[in-house]
């Protein structure tokens, strides 16, 4: 298969531009080609993820501190050179560290008493609300008997009116 010369045509106008610089731009462009065509050829090995160090580093660190660290069968230090992909694979020693049990019960206490007080304002608000209906019928009432007072206090009016 032959390959195509990238960049700008040969018979393409040149706009100012000289000849080295076209013979440039045109060899930038079959360069780029090419590194784009090639394959790599070595693909150097993975670095080891997991090692240890020789005896006599190990034997510097203390024992309470070397307990605190994963150990192969010889009892020696695993160093990791990454971070682990999936940490709830590794076996913890403790467990799943948690809360306290005093503070487990202080936010459960405390969970308590904003239930409560939640209940308790939701009471007052129907309450408010209940107080509010009761206080709208009871304006309803008052404008209907102020209007029927006012509607009998004109008839009156109208009727001496036309009597006089």
Partial sequence: MQRMPSGPPLNAPSYGATSTAQAAQLQIGRHQTELKEMQPSYVPPAPPVAFTLPGHISQQIPEATAERFLRNENREIIWF?????DNRSVERPFGGLGHSAQYLAHRRER????????????????????????????????????????LNLMTEQIRESIMD
């Fill in 111 to 150: 969970e308590e008493r904003r239930a409560t007080r939640a209940k308790e304002i939701e009471a007052q608000v129907r309450e408010l609300k209940r107080k509010a209906q009761e206080e709208i019928r009871e304006d309803q009432k008052q404008i209907k008997r102020l209007l029927a007072e006012s």
């Fill in 81 to 85: 050179s990454v971070p682990p992909v």
